[in-house]
């Protein structure tokens, strides 16, 4: 760091010292560890200080303190990220701001169907928050202990209901962000209809803090379920999912929330290392499916419909067989088979994880293609290909062979990652369907995004954040001085 740099954030940190008082920041590097390494441990960052604040205004004046110094803000949540989106960088020039103090859930509205919550509120307050209320907040990931929902919306979540509730951007009504230049954008509101020009607020969906820092939101709510059918249903193949899926779309309709795919591989590793899992088949199966069906309160056939639909999937071959969750308990134990799969991979050992999204019906031929490829690039590697099949979203993840050494596998890694992305490329799909860029994956952005897309939001970036000083490096990399049309930020 040269001595300008140092003298701005020194300068910097002292005022924020004053700005935010005792218990608004932390600066002894003990308090400051967790901030600084991210969930996946790929990078350890560092900064000199995390700044706490508990109310929009003070998170305007910090980041007004920050840009009359330009000096750089990382924005974080709850620290759940798989792209190490919400970590400093190694320099220690930037100052971290943790919104965990703003958890406040400031209005329920049942009548509207919204809730209204700041950034700070772990996903799962929101949800028992809306519970309360007589409603379902639908958004449901593995993290949702610990992630936020200034999180969830800066990264776009998605998890394991999108198939009928959509991701984060569709449950986002309103929105409070604190822009660059430390000015409030506020459309915090539950309106349902609003066609006055470009829908600005979206653009804060998926930017990782990259344009400005997400202060509050008010979000859609659903009618609380009346139960779910619940079932693993067994396959011989991702093509019998697809079209088990159709089948069962058809017969029920979007009242199916969840249908995730699970190869026996997957199974067996939560078997091994997830204590109390165990196979709900007596025999073993090369592919399965959790199907979630949620039942209205008002429909109470629809349970009826449900197994009925999954009997005749049987009846007709679709699927090889059935096992229908008879009670809470045994919901949740077919829901562990599932969600215990990435700590389950993880203590397999070595990963190397692809988050890919294609059409759903071509997934099927996706995997038919790429997985011989994957096996003759890296012989003895394991593909586990998991995950949201009903919103073509799959896990492409690889665990190393049997009893290999980790570390020579994960430096197969950037051969893979390329022959399972250019592949998806090929198959017009995404490499980063629901985890977004953050700092892992700005180079596959820039090699496989539409050179337009790329283009405009370079534009955007330069136009909302023009010092650079929001979240730099992550999402589209270094903006230098001179980039392309030479505006970009300019030298500090
Ligand atoms: C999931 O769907 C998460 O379980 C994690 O998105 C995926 O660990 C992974 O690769
Ligand atoms: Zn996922």
């Known amino acids: 760091m040269d001595s300008d740099t140092n003298a701005r954030l020194k300068r910097t940190a002292a005022r924020l010292r004053e700005l935010l008082g005792p218990g608004g920041y932390l600066d002894q ?48 949540g709850g620290n759940t990220s798989y792209c190490g989106g919400a970590t400093p960088r190694e320099s220690g020039e930037e100052i971290l701001v943790s919104l965990r103090r703003m958890n406040r859930v400031r209005e329920t509205d049942p009548f509207n169907d919204s809730i ?31 992630c936020t929902i200034g999180g969830n919306l800066s990264t776009n979540a998605g998890g394991t209901a999108v198939l009928r509730y959509g991701m984060m951007r569709d449950l986002l009504l309103g929105l409070e962000v604190v822009l660059p230049d430390g000015s409030v954008l506020d459309q915090l509101r539950g309106l349902r209809k609003d066609n006055t020009g470009y829908d600005v607020k979206q653009l804060f969906v998926g930017a990782e803090g990259t344009l400005g820092i997400i202060t509050a939101a008010c979000l859609r709510l659903y009618p609380k379920p009346g139960g779910y059918t619940t079932a693993v249903v067994a396959l011989d193949s991702p093509r019998a999912a697809v079209d088990l899926l159709a089948g069962l779309r058809t017969a029920l309709g979007d009242s199916i929330t969840t249908f995730e795919l699970v190869p026996r591989i997957a199974l067996e590793l939560v078997c091994r290392h997830i204590e109390g899992a165990s196979d709900p088949f007596d025999s073993p199966h090369p592919w399965y499916v959790l199907v979630e069906v ?49 700590e389950a991979q993880t203590r397999e050992g070595a990963s190397i994880k692809h988050d890919i ?19 003759r690039l890296v012989p003895g590697a394991r593909l586990v290909a998991y ?41 017009r799909g995404s490499f980063s ?54 505006d970009g930020p300019p030298p500090r």
């Not at 449900?306 to 949740?332: F, N, T």
């Not at 979203?393 to 994960?410: D, R």
């Open 357 to 375: 999204s294609i059409e759903a019906r071509r997934l099927p031929d996706f995997i038919d293609e790429c997985a011989p490829l994957l096996t």
């Open 116 to 146: 209204t919550v700041e950034a700070g509120c772990i996903l799962a307050d929101v949800q028992a928050a809306a519970d309360e209320a007589g409603r379902l907040f639908p958004m449901s990931l593995g993290s949702e202990g610990s």
């Open 294 to 342: 949620t039942l209205p309160q008002s429909d109470s056939d629809l349970a009826q419909r449900a197994e009925s639909a999954l009997a005749a999937s049987i009846e007709s071959g679709r699927a090889s067989d059935a096992v229908i969750a008879a009670s809470l308990a045994q919901r949740s134990a077919l829901w562990q088979l599932r969600e215990s799969i990435p």
């Open 433 to 486: 369907a629901e985890h977004g860029i953050g700092r892992l994956k700005v180079d596959e952005l820039s090699r496989y995004e539409d050179p337009a897309a790329l283009e405009l939001m370079r534009r955007i970036k330069r136009v909302i954040d023009p010092l650079g000083i929001m979240n730099p490096g992550k999402v589209l990399g270094e903006l230098q001085a001179g980039d392309e049309d030479g």
């Open 29 to 76: 590097p003990a308090d400051v560890e967790p901030f600084v390494v991210d969930h996946r441990r790929l990078y350890r960052g560092a900064t000199a200080l995390v700044a706490l604040p508990d109310s929009t205004s003070q998170v305007a004046e910090l980041v007004r303190l920050c840009a009359a110094e330009r000096v750089p803000i990382v924005p974080h």
């Open 387 to 427: 995950g949201h099949l009903g919103d073509g979203n799959l896990h492409f993840n690889l665990s190393g062979p049997e009893c290999a050494n980790g570390h020579a596998f994960l430096e197969r890694s950037p051969e893979v990652k390329r022959l399972v992305h250019d592949l998806v490329a090929r198959y």
